[in-house]
């Protein structure tokens, strides 16, 4: 068995898709979390299966590409969770087109493979290292992993969308978990100011905690980003608790924090989250 933190528990949001004939695969449904705990006792009895190794030196090609220049204005960059890929998150573009975001476009990566510690050091796509899961607020985070990986990644990604014209401020990045928490660290640390970053069961990580300005790139100008941050109070995953100790650390870095909590929410995204981040896109890329 192998524990991830990727495919989100979409039940909560079939009817938005359903609206607009855009419902995710069978397969998104829901995450177990009684096969997450059965698969991290795996893990520790060290009887974790083997899976395919392919190593990746950069990102992988996204699943999104950004449509030709002049033909939009805005971007938004969404990074998936751990052992996931940009497949999982297709229907995304989709329903935020169907809500009038025709003028952006959107560029979804697929991490590279690494080995994952808390799974045995078996390979599959991730934004950076873990050593342990569920996530807590006694959880260390791979500093060096985030930065290396992730914030990399994503950073690469940014300066691609200046160079096809988009300004910073016209740029969303977000992510599920992983990469929530790489999409919140890439925004402080990025020189410009970003148009926003959205996280989905994210986190911020140790390091960032008792001193976020610490992450602040020193030739940065301007102010950070703004931040919308959902997640689900009954996460068994990334807990709730160590989720809520994040914003704090945010703003007092002068980074303006909505966060919600999602009563009876899981490791996954609900209904009234995806109809949340419309409605913020809308504020933070309106169209020119």
């Not at 025709?102 to 690494?114: M, R």
């Amino acid at each position: 068995g192998r524990l991830t933190l990727a495919r989100p528990r979409v039940s909560h949001h079939r009817e938005v898709m359903a609206e607009v004939g855009v419902l995710p695969p069978k397969r998104h449904n829901r995450v177990a979390n009684a096969a997450a705990v059965a698969a991290l006792v795996a893990v520790a009895s060290g009887l974790a299966t083997s899976l395919r190794s392919t190593a990746f030196a950069a990102v992988a090609p996204a699943s999104s590409a950004p449509r030709s220049a002049g033909a939009t204005t805005a971007r938004v960059i969404w990074l998936h969770g751990l052992g996931d890929t940009a497949e999982g998150w297709a229907f995304l573009p989709k329903l935020l087109e169907s809500k009038g975001f025709d003028y952006v476009d959107f560029v979804l990566p697929t991490a590279p493979s690494i080995p994952i510690t808390v799974n045995g050091g078996m390979y599959m796509p991730g934004w950076f290292d873990m050593d342990k899961i569920p996530y807590s607020s006694a959880s260390t985070d791979d500093r060096a992993s985030i930065e290396a990986i992730g914030v990399k990644q994503l950073t690469s990604l940014i300066q691609a969308a200046e160079a096809d014209g988009v300004p910073a401020d016209r740029v969303v990045v977000g992510g599920f978990s992983q990469g929530g928490c790489v999409a919140m660290m890439t925004g402080l640390s990025y020189p410009r100011t970003l148009a926003g970053v959205a996280s989905l069961s994210g986190w911020v990580p140790d390091y960032a905690r008792p001193d976020a300005s610490e992450v602040i790139a020193s030739e940065a100008s301007g102010p950070r980003p703004p931040v919308l941050w959902g997640h689900g109070e009954a996460d068994e995953i990334v807990k709730f608790e160590v989720a809520r100790v994040g914003p704090a650390a945010l703003r007092a870095v002068g980074m303006e924090v909505d966060f919600r909590g999602v009563p009876g929410l899981d490791h996954g995204v609900a209904e009234e989250e995806l109809e949340w981040l419309v409605e913020w896109l809308q504020q933070r890329l309106p169209r020119l």
